[in-house]
């Protein structure tokens, strides 16, 4: 079984992760999660702080020579800003009262958190509850990353709306990929469309200047799936409800689509359903995917694809009315350095959230304790798909 594990405070010394269940042999280094790591530190709309990290990777265990041993795999991020935190986080000593927090902010998890765990400084909430965990998640995402490259399985992202500006999502091919992820990469909002890119920039500089925050949306997928991951035999083991809790789970996320969802619940189903064509070339083929690629909780072989929507940024520079939780009087919510817009670094982090879904359920189907076990067991069954199923259109 797959499973990671993270620790850290946003404004500690570093984040920790442990991954265990990864196979053996598996090939992977710490520029290879760099990479990762730095595009989600990109992003028309970060505040500060992404100025102050230089986001890198250690791996401190499960690696050796370059591949991994099939024991846990442990992972540090240090945070640079700890060195300008370090008094106010520690136990005691000067400084330690400093920058508490009794003002929660609405939409952050400082008052349900304080109430939760009895702090009265909020500050020991929002450490943790700090999307700068995700920079950890976008670590470990990495490492299964690679286990699916491994596959031939490619993840990318786009952004298709902040705030009320909208794009088209680009259709997106195993080929064409490379390409496109480029061009998306390059983009201040990790957006492909020039003109959308523009205007969704000048959105984010307009609730700058008013103090306002804005979320959006973005859509992640799959390319290259087999047929059969997931199952419909038990609700926790559909790839549709296990992608769908691993992307809520990013902090602000809050809805997840799969495929049309949405606009399907208003139309007929005959507008809704992928019709089943075969062709003596290439075998079983659908000429749409709206179902995103998932039927019963199973993938279809068509390209895995989710859209996440996330709220605006809890906390405003104009800020909102909240209750100072020591005089109980109304006063404006706290405010703490902050980003406007973090949808494009979304983007990518649900990316690797979705790299670690579909790597736990690649492993459930064709788990072996080496690289190789799982290589072999994928391309059997491959051969079956074709043999019997004249399927065709997974490439390994
Ligand atoms: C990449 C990323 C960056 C974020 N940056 C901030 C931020 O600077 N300030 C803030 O108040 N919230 C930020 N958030 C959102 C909060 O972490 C989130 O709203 C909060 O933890 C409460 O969780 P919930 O929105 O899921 O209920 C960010 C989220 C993500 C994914
Ligand atoms: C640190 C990150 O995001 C942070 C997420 C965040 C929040 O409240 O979620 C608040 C901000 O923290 P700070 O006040 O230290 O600037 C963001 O910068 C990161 O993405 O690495």
């Given at each position: 079984m797959l499973r990671f594990l993270t620790a850290g405070e946003s404004h500690g010394p570093a984040l920790g992760g442990i991954i265990d269940g990864l196979p053996a042999g598996l090939e992977i280094n710490e520029d290879y999660i760099n990479r990762q790591l730095s595009r989600r530190q990109k992003g028309h709309g970060r505040g500060k702080r992404m100025a102050i990290e230089t986001d890198t990777v250690k791996?401190?265990?499960?690696?050796?020579?370059?591949?991994?041993?099939?024991s846990p795999v442990f992972l540090i991020v240090e945070n640079r800003d700890y060195s300008n935190w370090q008094q106010i986080m520690s136990a005691s000593g000067p400084g330690t009262g400093e920058r508490q927090v009794f003002r929660p902010r609405p939409g952050h998890a400082d008052l349900a958190g304080g109430m939760k765990y009895g702090h009265e400084d909020l500050r020991n909430v929002l450490e943790r509850a700090s999307a700068r965990e995700t920079a950890m998640r976008v670590a470990v995402g990495a490492v299964c990353r690679r286990l699916l490259e491994e596959l031939n399985i490619m993840i990318y992202s786009q952004v298709v709306a902040i705030g009320q500006?909208?794009?088209?999502?680009?259709?997106?091919d195993h080929e064409s990929l490379p390409q496109l992820m480029e061009k998306?990469?390059?983009s201040p909002v990790h957006c492909y469309d020039e003109e959308a890119a523009a205007a969704m920039m000048a959105e984010i500089d307009t609730a700058?200047?008013?103090?306002?925050?804005?979320?959006?949306?973005?859509?992640?997928?799959?390319?290259?799936i087999p047929p059969g991951l997931g199952s419909y035999t038990q609700w926790d083991r559909r790839l549709d409800s296990r992608l769908a809790g691993g992307l809520m789970s990013i902090p602000a996320v809050k809805a997840v689509e799969v495929g049309d969802g949405v606009a399907a619940a208003g139309r007929f189903g005959s507008q809704v359903h992928d019709q089943i064509y075969y062709e003596a070339e290439g075998g079983i083929r659908r000429s749409t995917n709206r179902a995103g690629g998932i039927e019963g909780g199973v993938s279809n072989g068509e390209t895995v694809w989710v859209r996440c929507y996330m709220k605006p940024i809890p906390t405003l520079y104009n800020p909102l009315t909240s209750v100072n939780i020591r005089t109980w009087q109304e006063e404006q919510a706290q405010v703490e350095r902050s980003d406007i817009c973090a949808v494009p670094?979304?983007?990518?982090?649900?990316?690797?959230?979705?790299?670690w879904v579909i790597a736990g359920v690649l492993l459930e189907k064709f788990g072996g304790d080496t690289m190789q076990e799982i290589k072999t067991s994928y391309k059997r069954y491959l051969e079956y798909l074709r043999r019997v199923w004249k399927w065709e259109r997974t490439s390994f």
């Open positions: 791996i401190l265990s499960g690696v050796r020579h370059g591949k991994t041993l099939g500006v909208r794009a088209e999502s680009m259709p997106v998306i990469d390059a700058r200047v008013r103090g306002e925050s804005l979320g959006g949306c973005f859509e992640i997928g799959a390319l290259n670094a979304a983007a990518v982090i649900g990316e690797a959230v979705a790299a």
